[in-house]
T-cell receptor, first 112, second 114 residues
Framework: KAGVTQTPRYLIKTRGQQVTLSCSPISGHRSVSWYQQTPGQGLQFLFE???????NKGNFPGRFSGRQFSNSRSEMNVSTLELGDSALYLC???????????FGPGTRLTVL | AQSVTQLGSHVSVSEGALVLLRCNYSSSVPPYLFWYVQYPNQGLQLLLKYTSAATLVKGINGFEAEFKKSETSFHLTKPSAHMSDAAEYFCAVSEQGGSEKLVFGKGTKLTVNP
């Protein structure tokens, strides 16, 4: 069974731009969570989606948003990029909320 | 809010030596606790999890962890380190009693010397 896939793997943007990251969960998994990993702040929870509905949201500004489609694939969007948004963005999927999360390899975003 | 503290951002051991990575948590409710490993340029892989059953939890690759409520600790151990264990290790607690919305520690980078 294929694992969690994230595209693109690497991305370079400039300040003020916006970016969309994609996550395809493991087949059959309906819950998707997003995390931001930076050297300074570590791993921080962004949001969680289940059945196309956002169930939980972390403490991030409104520039960070996401959505989930009917096939459980998820996207996250960051608008008006700032230098501090440079990070590894990890997506994790699970069968349903409360089940074990399986992480993808991440998308490394660099903001110049 | 729940939190996790990992003591030691870097730990170095010799191959064959005991690995001990420390994790203390703060929680107002019975926690679910996890250890993840991250290899360079990869995502996180679950090593083991505590979900209120046995206090000694065995995981993959020979790792185990013991839940000690009195000490609010969940330290990760492995009797004999292997070169392939070199990676970054993260302890995490679930805020909502399940596996969603994980709160992670800052991580401990393990170096294994030949």
């Amino acid at each position: 069974k294929a694992g969690v896939t994230q595209t693109p793997r690497y991305l370079i943007k400039t300040r003020g731009q916006q970016v969309t990251l994609s996550c395809s969960p493991i087949s059959g998994h309906r819950s998707v969570s997003w995390y931001q990993q930076t050297p300074g702040q570590g791993l921080q929870f962004l949001f969680e989606y289940f059945s196309e509905t956002q169930r939980n949201k972390g403490n991030f500004p409104g520039r960070f948003s996401g959505r989930q489609f009917s096939n459980s694939r998820s996207e996250m969007n960051v608008s008006t990029l700032e230098l501090g948004d440079s990070a590894l963005y990890l997506c994790a999927s699970s069968l349903a909320p409360g089940n074990e999360q399986f992480f993808g390899p991440g998308t490394r975003l660099t903001v110049l | 809010a729940q939190s996790v503290t990992q003591l030691g951002s870097h730990v170095s051991v010799s191959e064959g030596a005991l690995v001990l990575l420390r994790c203390n948590y703060s929680s107002s409710v019975p926690p679910y606790l996890f250890w993840y490993v991250q290899y360079p340029n990869q995502g996180l892989q679950l090593l083991l999890k505590y979900t209120s059953a046995a206090t000694l939890v065995k995981g993959i690759n020979g790792f185990e962890a013991e839940f000690k409520k009195s000490e609010t600790s969940f330290h990760l151990t492995k009797p004999s380190a292997h070169m392939s264990d070199a990676a970054e290790y993260f302890c995490a607690v679930s805020e909502q009693g399940g596996s969603e919305k994980l709160v992670f520690g800052k991580g401990t980078k393990l170096t294994v010397n030949p």
